[in-house]
């Protein structure tokens, strides 16, 4: 039977039309997922299958957090299945930097040209901290300029403000909770730099021509 899965403050609360189960973060010892469904076992043996809800077919960092503080084991069949490419996090550490070695100066120098110093725009770059997730966003006086006050970027299971989309993002499908390590499905967009450039002067520019005028 299927289930709508939510967070509490120590537990799952998984809901139906007429009945709602909770179940603590601590009584749970695996979770698999396969991008529509969660499949949770309790330390007494019981399964319990849960749709995703509101979260689309990308888990949450709610969900990544409570995986890591209570030592679930997790996997994610549907990323294990199709990814290309999983990594560890040292190594997404270092395809991270690569890409932003690329990617960041780049940018800096088309806006400084394009927006100009009179504009007082600037770039900087914005990290998920779980997901070691990198963000692009044009900045005017400290503040994000964007299409509006509250804009946001929506990629996979994250939001982040920014005018600029994702660049490079390690979504984990794999928690091993007895050794407190995990794979990840490494996502990195335009990692040459002709393509790169070809992105962000077409961003830049859209971002010019739209809000600027010029």
């Known amino acids: 039977m299927s289930f709508n899965l939510t967070i509490g403050k120590d537990r799952f609360i998984i809901e139906k039309r007429f009945s709602k189960k909770e179940v603590l973060f601590t009584d749970v010892v695996e979770i698999t997922f396969n991008g529509h469904l969660f499949r949770m076992t309790t330390r ?7 749709k995703t809800g509101p979260f689309s077919s990308h888990v949450p960092d709610a969900i990544f957090d409570v995986i890591r503080k209570n030592n679930i084991a997790f996997r994610d069949e549907e990323a294990l299945e199709n990814t290309t490419k999983v990594v560890t996090t040292e190594e997404l550490e270092k395809e991270v930097e690569k890409v932003e070695a690329i990617v960041a100066p780049l940018s800096e120098k088309i806006v400084k040209e394009r927006l100009c110093d009179a504009y007082g725009i600037e770039l900087t770059t914005l990290y998920e ?8 966003c044009l900045l005017k006086d400290g503040k994000p300029v964007t299409d509006l006050p509250d804009y946001v970027v929506y990629n996979h299971h994250s939001l982040a403000p920014g005018s600029f989309d994702l660049m490079t ?11 407190n390590a995990g794979l990840y499905d490494l996502t990195i967009e335009m990692t040459d730099r002709a393509a790169c450039e070809k992105y962000v002067h077409e961003t830049v520019g859209e971002f010019c021509e739209k809000y600027l005028n010029r």
């Open 44 to 50: 007494d043996g019981k399964k319990i299958e849960t």
């Open 129 to 136: 901290d779980q997901f070691v997730s990198m963000f692009f």
């Open 169 to 179: 993002v390690g979504i984990l499908c794999k928690w091993d909770a007895t050794k």
